[in-house]
């Protein structure tokens, strides 16, 4: 195998193993799985702490605990969240004492897997003469419980990735498994009918820097490094924190340089491809 075919194929392989691996996991979110005390408990003393178990691991620093009254109005004295040395989905917190009455815990999570941040809110009562009789119900400012939904820019800058990653794999992958095979079968049709052989690869769909197919791989590149840039810039908002906090100490940021050394690799190869 040529050099530089050797060079397409691993350009290739860079690009879905590097930029794929850190696009997919789109769904994943750490949901509140259950707490202790439970949504909606009536406990007869006062508990001294909180725990929350998550479907994912959790970033810890970026997460928060708080505590409200049944006047929405929020209760100091709740101790910083820590992540259970034993389970790392689990999160625990100190609580003041507590008289009896209807209280309301709110949190805030940020995945640990791909950074996702969800939010809610939970009620428990303290003492069984303090239940309301038209039910329990979670007591926040402005009644914000849901879980945090995607916003416009962040869904601009996930799609910008996805067109990137599509312009740079159809790229790379166009001339040696499509156009190439399909060539190679015509030239063997015409050899065997004693007609000319075709041109194995037409000056239309070459990797040179007028082509095409380089204007294609190049803006892919552009838009991925594009893409990649905004999306830690959006992270970085969503989880209340500065840009150089959440580069060095989460898995978002480590996946961040991956995929920023994946790219600097392909540009690398993209320049080769005109040597």
Not at 13 to 27: D, E, F, H, K, Q
Not at 151 to 161: E, I, M, N, Q
Not at 241 to 269: H, M, S
Request: proline share 7%; net charge positive; glycine share 12%.
């Amino acid at each position: 195998m040529r050099p530089k075919r050797i060079g397409q194929a691993l350009c290739l392989l860079l690009i879905i193993v590097g930029l794929a691996g850190s696009a997919l996991p789109a769904s994943a979110h750490a949901n509140l799985v259950r707490s202790e005390p439970p949504a909606s408990a009536v406990l007869d003393a006062a508990p001294t702490r909180v725990k929350l178990w998550f479907s994912e691991t959790p970033e810890v620093s970026f997460s928060r605990i708080q505590l409200f009254d049944k006047n929405a109005l929020e209760i100091g004295g709740v101790g910083a969240l820590h992540a259970d040395p034993s389970d790392n989905k689990l999160l625990t917190a100190s609580l003041p004492p507590l008289p009896h009455g209807i209280f309301t815990v709110s949190w805030k999570a940020v995945s640990a897997v791909d950074g996702h941040v969800t939010a809610g809110g939970f009620a428990f009562v303290i003492g069984k003469e303090m239940v309301p009789t038209g039910g329990i119900r979670a007591a926040l400012p402005g009644g914000a419980t849901s879980v945090s939904g995607p916003t416009l820019v962040g869904v601009s800058v996930r799609w910008l990735s996805y067109l990137s990653l599509a312009m740079l794999i159809g790229g790379f992958a166009f001339a040696p498994l499509v156009f190439q095979p399909a060539l190679n079968s015509v030239t063997k049709a015409r050899q065997g009918k004693g007609t000319p052989a075709v041109s194995p690869l037409p000056p239309g769909v070459s990797f040179s820097h007028d082509s095409g197919l380089f204007f294609a791989l190049f803006w892919g590149w552009v838009l991925a490094l594009c893409a990649a840039i905004a999306g830690a810039f959006v992270q970085a908002a969503t989880v209340g924190t500065d840009i150089g906090t959440l580069l060095t100490g989460t898995r978002f940021g480590l996946l961040f340089w991956l995929r920023i050394a994946v790219l600097v690799v392909i540009g690398g190869l993209l320049a080769y491809r005109q040597s």
